[in-house]
């Protein structure tokens, strides 16, 4: 299993950008698909990037797409999730997860395909 610590929450007003950062250790990082989640209060956890264990494939959430960037740096075992024009419907608990590369990337989509998460990181968007 991988072992995975998130960085970089904070309280950013609207229209702000942040940068998360999840490291981990573990020998299979870079043999793993990585993946970004959210849980705002009182909801489910959401879905919200994956990249593929080389970094050339990306699925994200129709919510975020064209303001986060998911990448990864397998050199220094790290994925970095890059938020810009954020929203207040954005404050949420962000967590990391990986997943052993199994079946298609879109399938990442759901948090039974991950085997590890790291603790999260909160993000406040204020208004």
């Known amino acids: 299993q991988v072992q995975l610590v998130e960085s970089g929450g904070g309280l950013v007003q609207a229209g702000g950008s942040l940068r998360l950062s999840c490291a981990g250790t573990?020998?299979?990082?870079?043999?793993?698909?990585m993946g970004w989640f959210r849980q705002a209060p009182g909801k489910d956890r959401e879905f919200v990037a994956v990249i593929s264990l080389l970094g050339l494939n990306t699925v994200v959430a129709d919510s975020i797409k064209g303001r986060f960037t998911i990448s990864r740096d397998n050199a220094r075992n790290t994925v970095y999730l890059q938020m810009n024009s954020l929203k207040p419907e954005d404050t949420a608990v962000y967590y990391c997860a990986a997943g052993l590369n199994r079946g298609w990337l879109i399938d990442f989509r759901t948090e039974e395909k991950y085997d590890s998460w790291g603790q999260g990181t909160q993000v406040t968007v204020s208004s």
């Open positions: 573990g020998r299979t990082f870079s043999r793993s698909n």
